[in-house]
């Protein structure tokens, strides 16, 4: 069955403090893997496609890295204003179907 | 370019009621996905439509069901609200050319069912 787990659920950091969000999933077919941030009462913000193993991709304090069973987010030097609920998905070639993770929810302390 | 929209932003019902939301997509996008969301299983895919034709569908039951029209815009329909279809429901619109063309959500309708 596809699934995709995203750890830690919540994540306080200090303001300059580095630290990486994980998104492990089993999928049948991978065709890509979603990053999106999504603020409160928000809709999810898209910010990086990763399609295979090894590839990263990298927006400001962001980087995203994909391997066969997983992906983190790395964020560098975070800002109080990188706080919000970073979710995970992946697009299975086996059912056509977007999966989500329930998310990791990001404070950044000033 | 304007993002995508959706209408109402909040409703309130009662069991028993039904319910139609509405979602504008970015244009030149074919392409719109519905996705209920919950503090408990997160983002669950509701259906896809392309070119007024659902292309995939979740596991949900047939009282949830959508249509999309020929300029793209798209509504969903919930007959017989319960309790536990109180949720978060987010539109994504996207070209549609390929499935795993990016995907813009709207800002979501939020629905309490009392």
């Known amino acids: 069955e596809d699934q995709v787990t995203q750890s830690p659920e919540a994540l306080r950091l200090q303001e300059g403090e580095s630290s990486s969000l994980n998104c492990s999933y089993t999928v049948s077919g991978l065709r890509g893997l979603f990053w999106y941030r999504q603020d409160p009462g928000k809709g999810p913000e898209f910010l990086f496609t990763l399609y295979s193993a090894g590839e990263e991709k990298e927006k400001e304090r962001l980087k995203a890295t994909l391997t066969k069973k997983e992906s983190f987010l790395h964020i560098t030097a975070p800002k109080p204003e990188d706080s919000a609920t970073y979710l995970c998905?992946?697009?299975?070639?086996?059912?056509?179907?977007?999966?989500f993770g329930t998310g990791t929810r990001l404070k950044v302390l000033a | 370019k304007a993002g995508v929209t959706q209408t109402p932003r909040y409703l309130i019902k009662t069991r028993g009621q039904q319910v139609t939301l509405s979602c504008s997509p970015i244009s030149g996008h074919r392409s719109v996905s519905w996705y209920q969301q919950t503090p408990g299983q997160g983002l669950q895919f509701l259906f896809e439509?392309?070119?007024?034709?659902?292309?995939n569908k979740g596991n949900f039951p047939g009282r949830f069901s959508g249509r999309q029209f020929s300029n793209s815009r798209s509504e969903m329909n919930v007959s017989t609200l319960e309790l536990g279809d109180s949720a978060l429901y987010l539109c994504?619109?996207?070209?549609?050319?390929?499935?795993?063309?990016?995907?813009?959500f709207g800002p979501g309708t939020r629905l309490t069912v009392l």
């Open positions: 994504a619109s996207s070209f549609g050319g390929s499935h795993t063309d990016t995907q813009y």
């Open positions: 439509y392309f070119s007024e034709t659902q292309r």
């Open positions: 998905a992946v697009f299975s070639g086996g059912t056509y179907k977007y999966i």
